[in-house]
């Protein structure tokens, strides 16, 4: 088979991490869920391609910069709103101090998110860099922008992701690298080393021959390690846990196999995202419709189709809940309140210590399996 695109940095770290992993990647073409990281690390990415990006003498001023991160930050991947709102703060925080600490030496760099390529013997390779500075003795500085929390300072001395910046600029741009950087935005520290030596790049060009020759003659095998497999988005199809999912048939990994399933599948996820924005339409408009009845001091009001009411609903909410059930207990009304939920004797059938409570309760009960779609934008 054909390379399915050109070799990157991180599709050699993937092939080399697991075959098997990288054919359902990148031939297979199976997306792997968005990561909150990721986001954020584009969301950074994209402002600082915006600061230096402008063309302009001056540098943009921080309210500038701060709308530019605010129309291209990513939402994929958070956990929840409140860890978007968190990072969304963090890359302010570190945008600030990037703007206060670089709006004094601002310069035109050579390149923003460069995007080279080159062949390796006839390998395509491609790379994106975050920046390419013009040194004053004109050879070329790289500089790659880390948005993680750690840093392994460590890595910076033979890290392939910077040799394969430095071929990519030389062979492209036909000029020396005389700096390799890698800059850790949420300390604002730039740790620096020279240009890699000829045995690290001959070490490098032999390693991407040799992944596109494994790739091109469909060596895909998979290769488990506890921690690699513990995050693989592909676990439940791949053949090495293939026991673990017994049972539970995997769709075709491309919608063109199988189009009414395709249509089906788009056709639940359309309407389930415009029962979703619906709901969040709904809930806004109530917010305001209930401030406006208030203020006006209404408890009732009429559109053309509908009419509302404004009542109030109050709900009493209990952190301490052992504490409570001691008072309850001790009060001697127990019984009284704890009336059987569903889910509570649910839990008591199925994973209940009492064999016997158990097995009357099973009597008792039906177990009624009815089918869940758990839904996921591409
Ligand atoms: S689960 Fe493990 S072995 Fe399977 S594809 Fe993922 S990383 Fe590879």
């Known amino acids: 088979m054909k390379l399915p695109r050109p070799l990157s940095h991180s599709s050699i770290t993937l092939y080399n991490e697991c075959p098997q992993k990288y054919k359902f990647r990148y031939v297979d073409a199976i997306p792997e869920k968005p990561r909150y990281f990721f986001s954020f690390g584009r969301s950074v990415h994209s402002a600082l391609e915006f600061f230096y990006g402008v063309k302009t003498a001056l540098p943009p001023t921080l309210d500038e910069l701060f709308k530019s991160y605010k129309e ?49 013997e006839g390998v395509p390779v491609r790379g994106i860099i975050d920046r390419v500075d013009r040194l004053p003795d004109g050879r070329l500085a790289v500089v790659d922008y880390k948005t993680g929390k750690k840093l392994k300072v460590g890595r910076l ?117 415009k029962v979703e924005l619906a709901k969040k339409e709904a809930e806004k408009a109530g917010k305001e419709l209930a401030a406006m009845l208030k203020k006006k001091g209404y408890v009732r009001a009429f559109g053309t189709g509908y009419e509302v009411s404004l009542g109030s609903a109050v709900k009493w909410e209990f952190l301490d809940k052992k504490k409570v059930l001691e008072i309850i207990k001790k009060a001697g009304v127990y019984d009284a309140v704890l009336a059987p939920s569903a889910p509570l004797v649910t839990k008591l059938v199925e994973e209940g210590k009492d064999a016997d409570l158990r097995a009357r309760l099973t009597e008792l009960g039906e177990r009624v399996e009815s089918p869940e779609l758990k839904l996921k934008p591409l």
């Open 157 to 273: 001395e033979a890290d392939a992701q910077l040799t394969m910046y430095q071929m990519l600029c030389e062979s492209t741009l036909k000029a020396e690298v005389g700096e390799l950087i890698f800059y850790h935005l949420p300390t604002l520290v730039e740790h620096r080393t020279t240009r890699r030596g000829a045995q690290l790049v001959d070490e490098l060009k032999a390693r991407i021959v040799a992944t596109a020759e494994a790739i091109t003659k469909e060596k895909f095998d998979p290769k488990p390690d506890e921690m690699v497999c513990r995050w693989c988005d592909y676990k439940p199809i791949c053949p090495i846990f293939k026991d673990q999912y017994a049972g539970v048939a995997m769709a075709p990994a491309k919608a063109a196999g199988e189009p009414e399933l395709a249509r089906l599948v788009d056709a639940y996820g359309e309407a389930a995202a």
């Open 72 to 120: 291209t930050w990513v939402v994929e991947g958070y956990r929840d709103q409140s860890q978007e709102i968190e990072y969304f703060e963090e890359g302010k925080r570190i945008l600030k101090a990037f703007h206060e600490k670089h709006s004094k030496d601002y310069h035109t760099p050579e390149g923003v998110e460069y995007d080279l390529s080159f062949e390796v």
